[in-house]
């Protein structure tokens, strides 16, 4: 394996060895998606309509999360109803298992919202390869995700 690295660096200088933070990739990746689902919806004269995901953990209150998801959408100019507010109490769990998560995405592919907003990527997953799995069904859909707090903990 060494040796297969020494002649990578060798013959291919220009190429990075170091693979850049996969948490990095999927916020980049979230927020292309992002902008180009805005920027259709903007070209169409049309607001974004969004749901509201709050993933409920022992001990966390799931209201306080929703206000912060509400003020977000309505600071961006998004439509949000309160009839789309979408909360497991599940704790965390699968994605895939998640009842109202699974509500959430097929809001989107209904067409009766463009996006769902969460407070952190963690409401969807901590586990990195689920969370890029979550992305992909999203974009898929034809919608999009925004965190109230980036991948990297800032507030966009």
């Keep these: 394996m060494d040796t297969e690295r020494e002649h990578e660096a060798q013959w291919n200088p220009d190429r990075p060895r170091i693979e850049a933070d996969p948490l990095l990739r999927l916020m980049d990746e979230r927020r292309e998606v992002l902008d180009r689902r805005l ?4 070209l169409r004269g049309r607001t974004p309509r969004v749901c509201l995901y709050v993933l409920a953990r022992s001990g966390s209150t799931p209201a306080r999360f929703c206000e912060a998801a509400r003020a977000y959408a309505e600071a961006q100019g998004w439509q949000s109803s309160s009839l789309q507010v979408f909360t497991d109490r599940l704790g965390v769990t ?21 996006g769902v907003v ?7 997953s901590l586990h990195l390869d689920e969370y890029a799995l979550q992305l992909s069904f999203i974009d898929g859909g034809g919608g999009f995700l925004a965190l109230v707090s980036a991948e990297t903990g800032e507030n966009r």
């Design 39 to 42: 920027d259709a919806i903007k």
């Design 94 to 114: 699968d994605p895939l298992l998640r009842p109202s998560w699974s509500v959430a995405r097929q809001q989107i592919r209904g067409g009766f919202v463009n």
């Design 118 to 124: 969460a407070v952190t990527y963690s409401a969807i």
